[in-house]
């Protein structure tokens, strides 16, 4: 019997980083997990609201709407991403635990990413 590959979203408001996260995971996963990217916060709002993920990476620091403000809306809303995990990656790891405090089930990671780190946790969450 196959299992699903955990389906994952990478939201950060730069086209590169995206790019760079997914090759890594890519590369780091052995294509074992799916990939889906934005780059606009209100695209992945939208996505979230219709579409169960195993994993969410989120950008802390982005123009429109702050990676903290996706993941209130997430928890205090009633879609299918209520309960998933949320990792942040991001260099102010400090604000970001800051303005996430009370929320269930988010990981933080420091950029520069290690991407063994980052593999490491998500099969740790998706396991």
Not at 49 to 74: C, F, Q, W
Not at 80 to 107: V, W
Request: glycine fraction near 6%; avoid cysteine.
């Amino acid at each position: 019997m196959s299992q699903k590959q955990p389906l994952i979203l990478i939201t950060d408001d730069e086209e590169m980083i995206t790019k760079i996260f997914e090759d890594g995971l890519y590369l780091e996963m052995k294509d074992q997990v799916e990939i889906e990217v934005t780059e606009v916060p209100n695209e992945a709002i939208r996505l979230l609201k219709n579409i169960k993920y195993d994993v969410l990476l989120l950008d802390h620091r982005m123009p429109e709407t702050k990676g903290s403000d996706i993941a209130h809306k997430i928890r205090k809303g009633g879609g299918p991403n209520k309960n998933t995990p949320i990792i942040f990656i991001s260099g102010y790891i400090r604000e970001t635990k800051l303005e996430t405090e009370g929320l269930e089930n988010i990981f933080y990671l420091p950029k520069p990413l290690i991407f063994k780190d980052l593999s490491s946790l998500i099969k740790k969450i998706v396991d």
